[in-house]
């Protein structure tokens, strides 16, 4: 570019500014020590915060720099651009052509980019004399490429596995934890279709799931994918949709999780679960047998004495035939309770899990005829006060375990009271709830296990005589199985003259 501005004519100035003056692009010319010799109208609005078109000759980006500062001394990021200029004009001139450089700065407290192209110019005997430039402002690409680089650094770092496909199922992209959980690299794996992670059992079923997926925009389910050795991974998928700018579905994105690890410690947890039911329920079981013991041993004793008194009465002649008519009565009542228990251990342990509406003061009275031989050799004194025609809806015989539960828990207290011993049952209707209280007077709940009752495997019996999920059990089928709440607490209490302490287990059940 061999000219000297000085020598240009008039009209060749005017022509100058006429073909750069109102360019969008900002354009300017600069001597060898960086002083501007012409600068066009956008770079003074946009950057030099010129008065017009004449301002700038004769000074640097410096002088303008300064002044913006000066205006706004509390702003120190109001104006920064400027310092990477005059180095870049330097390095123009000593390569001795044209360069292209991405300038940035505060102007007007914002962040402005530019995309600067920058070549020497020279007099007529090819000397440089100065440096020529132009710039384009690029701040809103380069905003969106810092937006989606940050994204994609985010996306990177982000544990669960990112996968994008077309809508063919073409993968497009491969995140890090992608790389990790299939073990594929990016390169061995965008190109190739979805389906490549399937395996031969579910591929047409998850196929036609994402077909369902796109015109329905909603999926999440848990899946079994393979990786690279296969090896089947169980995850958990959501799918989401990208959509360019006129709304048409142009991406898929795959989110998913990887619950392996998980899933397994599920499957152990409900074993062990399983397990530790089934040996509760087996001491459920021991302790009702001593119950059918306590309940039988006084109506056999009953039967085998009427029965040896007939035959000694008979072997005497003593024998009346209203004695062995009113001891053959005794001998039939007797065996008619012991039939009658047996039915109702039956159906106790039978436990079928069927919701119903019963009446409470029934299930009540099963749950004390169970409980009976017990109540009479642990010298338990009961009282009562049983609201009739009160109708619930639940499970009438896990309602009964949990009576069981709250018992049992009583009468192991009740070994360390030499005094009377009482367990009281009070029901009542209290709004849309019927109210069951159960307490006792064996001194109540150690402050420090009360609030731990009710976690599971928590005992306070020894390791042999306690598993700790009585009154977890009975805890979740109140709360989940029916829909109510129990709350325990210590008392105190007058009766008959007498101030008792104990424990006290309060059960609010919904009527319907």
């Known amino acids: 570019m061999p000219f000297d501005l000085v020598n240009l004519s008039k009209a060749d100035s005017s022509?100058?500014?006429?073909?750069?003056?109102?360019?969008?692009?900002?354009?300017?010319?600069?001597?060898?020590?960086?002083?501007?010799?012409?600068?066009?109208?956008?770079?003074?609005?946009?950057?030099?915060?010129?008065?017009?078109?004449?301002?700038?000759?004769?000074?640097?980006?410096?002088?303008?720099?300064?002044?913006?500062?000066?205006?706004?001394?509390?702003?120190?990021?109001?104006?920064?651009?400027?310092?990477?200029?005059?180095?870049?004009?330097?390095?123009?001139?000593?390569?001795?052509?044209?360069?292209?450089?991405?300038?940035?700065?505060?102007?007007?407290?914002?962040?402005?980019?530019?995309?600067?192209?920058?070549?020497?110019?020279?007099?007529?005997?090819?000397?440089?004399?100065?440096?020529?430039?132009?710039?384009?402002?690029?701040?809103?690409?380069?905003?969106?490429?810092?937006?989606?680089?940050?994204?994609?650094?985010?996306?990177?770092?982000?544990?669960?596995?990112?996968?994008?496909?077309?809508?063919?199922?073409?993968?497009?992209?491969?995140?890090?934890?992608?790389?990790n959980l299939f073990g594929y690299e990016s390169d061995e794996?965008?190109?190739?279709?979805?389906?490549?992670?399937?395996?031969?059992?579910?591929?047409?079923?998850?196929?036609?799931?994402?077909?369902?997926?796109?015109?329905?925009?909603?999926?999440?389910?848990?899946?079994?994918?393979?990786?690279?050795?296969?090896?089947?991974?169980i995850t958990d998928i959501t799918l989401s949709l990208l959509k360019d700018e006129i709304d048409k579905n142009i991406r898929i994105i795959y989110y998913i999780k990887d619950i392996t690890d998980k899933e397994k410690l599920n499957e152990a947890v409900i074993k062990q679960d399983r397990i530790i039911a089934n040996q509760a329920h087996h001491v459920s079981m021991g302790e009702m047998i001593g119950n059918i013991a306590h309940q039988w041993r006084q109506p056999l004793s009953v039967i085998s004495s009427s029965a040896t008194g007939l035959l000694v009465q008979k072997e005497f002649g003593t024998l009346t035939d209203d004695m062995f008519n009113e001891t053959c009565h005794n001998i039939n009542d007797n065996a008619q309770y012991l039939s009658k228990t047996i039915d109702d251990f039956r159906n106790f342990i039978k436990g079928d899990r069927k919701q119903a509406r019963f009446d409470l003061s029934s299930d009540i009275d099963s749950f004390l005829h169970l409980v009976q031989g017990e109540i009479k050799s642990s010298q338990i004194i009961?009282?009562?006060?049983?609201?009739?025609?009160?109708?619930?809806?639940?499970?009438?015989?896990?309602?009964i375990q949990c009576f069981i539960n709250i018992f049992n828990n009583s009468k192991d207290e009740f070994k360390n009271i030499k005094s009377k011993r009482y367990f009281f049952i009070t029901t009542y209707s209290e709004g849309k709830n019927a109210v069951i209280i159960l307490k006792d007077n064996a001194g109540g709940i150690p402050a420090d296990i009360l609030p731990k009752i009710f976690d599971p495997y928590f005992t306070t019996k020894e390791e042999s005589n306690g598993t700790g999920l009585g009154l977890n059990m009975t805890h979740d089928l109140i709360i989940n199985g029916m829909g109510g709440d129990i709350e325990a607490s210590n008392t105190t209490y007058d009766h008959n003259g007498e101030k008792y302490k104990g424990a006290q287990f309060k059960i609010m059940l919904p009527f319907s």
Not at 193 to 207: C, G, P, V
Not at 383 to 394: C, K, L, S
Request: net charge negative.
């Open 382 to 399: 009961l009282e009562t006060n049983i609201e009739d025609d009160i109708t619930i809806f639940g499970y009438p015989n896990e309602l």
């Open 189 to 233: 794996i965008v190109g190739k279709n979805i389906d490549t992670l399937y395996t031969k059992e579910n591929s047409s079923s998850l196929k036609q799931a994402v077909v369902d997926f796109i015109e329905n925009e909603e999926y999440n389910g848990k899946v079994v994918l393979k990786d690279k050795s296969d090896q089947t991974i």
């Open 15 to 179: 022509l100058l500014k006429l073909l750069t003056l109102h360019l969008p692009d900002m354009l300017w010319i600069k001597d060898l020590d960086g002083v501007y010799i012409y600068a066009n109208q956008a770079i003074c609005d946009g950057l030099l915060m010129a008065d017009d078109i004449d301002e700038p000759i004769g000074k640097t980006d410096i002088f303008f720099a300064l002044r913006e500062r000066e205006k706004y001394k509390d702003r120190l990021d109001w104006h920064t651009f400027g310092e990477l200029c005059f180095d870049s004009d330097k390095q123009v001139i000593e390569a001795n052509k044209p360069m292209k450089f991405e300038e940035f700065g505060n102007v007007k407290g914002k962040m402005l980019y530019l995309e600067v192209h920058k070549a020497p110019f020279y007099d007529k005997d090819g000397n440089i004399i100065g440096v020529v430039g132009s710039g384009r402002d690029i701040t809103e690409l380069k905003m969106t490429q810092l937006r989606l680089s940050e994204q994609a650094q985010i996306i990177e770092q982000i544990q669960d596995c990112i996968i994008t496909t077309d809508m063919q199922g073409t993968i497009i992209s491969w995140n890090i934890s992608a790389q």
